[in-house]
Antibody, heavy 118, light 106 residues
Framework: QVQLQESGPGLVKPSGTLSLTCAVS?????????WSWVRQTPGKGLEWIGE???????YYNPSLKSRVTISVDKSKNQFSLKVISVTDADTAVYYC???????????WGQGTLVTVSS | DIQMTQSPSSLSASVGDRVTITCRAS??????LNWYQQKPGKPPKLLIY???SLQSGVPSRFSASGSGTDFTLTISSLQPEDFVTYYC?????????FGHGTKVEI
């Protein structure tokens, strides 16, 4: 079965760039699925960041669109998230997930905590 | 954005109880509603998709219904492992949005 695993720095400085990668195993990223990033904070709860198709098409949350880029690397079977100009409001647990036919998120990665702090 | 309002935000129940959680969308989302269960320190787990379809491997004590703006998740007989948090999520339009969760407590 498909498994996802997030990786990347757990600490990012304010105004810096947050970069995470989601490695897909047990299946191909080129499997006619969309792939998504979701983050979670105690205050705002679960927030959808955006998603990408293996051909490179993307959708982003308008609230983050100006700062977010999602890309895919088929050769490595992974996709990535980049958030620029981060503030402490970007401190969250970041999850990657596969998007199903009814735009449900399944499965999810285990999540990675990213803290924005100097 | 479509606002998803869950109620209650928390509830107290006992093992064996039947509980119902409600999710209301700020506009019609047809049947584009998914339910997740989240245990502490773990990612959300898909329980129900398309408003009422049980995800493979999910126990049959979980069921859901609804369409348009009003949806419910029912647990027919609470088991000890069910005392966690549940979220709804609309997949009708972008941005995808989640409810703020319902914590089921003993």
């Amino acid at each position: 079965q498909v498994q996802l695993q997030e990786s990347g720095p757990g600490l990012v400085k304010p105004s810096g760039t947050l970069s995470l990668t989601c490695a897909v195993s047990g299946g191909s990223i080129s499997s006619s699925h969309w792939w998504s990033w979701v983050r979670q904070t105690p205050g705002k709860g679960l927030e959808w960041i955006g998603e990408i198709y293996d051909g490179g098409s993307t959708y982003y949350n308008p609230s983050l669109k100006s700062r977010v880029t999602i890309s895919v690397d088929k050769s490595k079977n992974q996709f990535s998230l980049k958030v620029i100009s981060v503030t402490d409001a970007d401190t969250a647990v970041y999850y990657c997930a596969r998007v199903g036919e009814w735009v449900m998120f399944d499965p999810w990665g285990q999540g990675t905590l990213v803290t924005v702090s100097s | 954005d479509i606002q998803m309002t869950q109620s209650p935000s928390s509830l107290s129940a006992s093992v064996g109880d039947r509980v119902t959680i409600t999710c209301r969308a700020s506009q019609s989302i047809s049947s584009y509603l998914n339910w997740y269960q989240q245990k502490p320190g773990k990612p959300p787990k898909l329980l129900i998709y398309a408003a009422s379809s049980l995800q493979s491997g999910v126990p049959s004590r979980f069921s859901a219904s609804g369409s348009g703006t009003d949806f419910t998740l029912t647990i027919s007989s609470l088991q000890p492992e069910d005392f966690v948090t549940y979220y709804c999520q609309q997949s009708y339009i972008i941005p995808r949005t989640f409810g703020h969760g319902t914590k089921v407590e003993i």
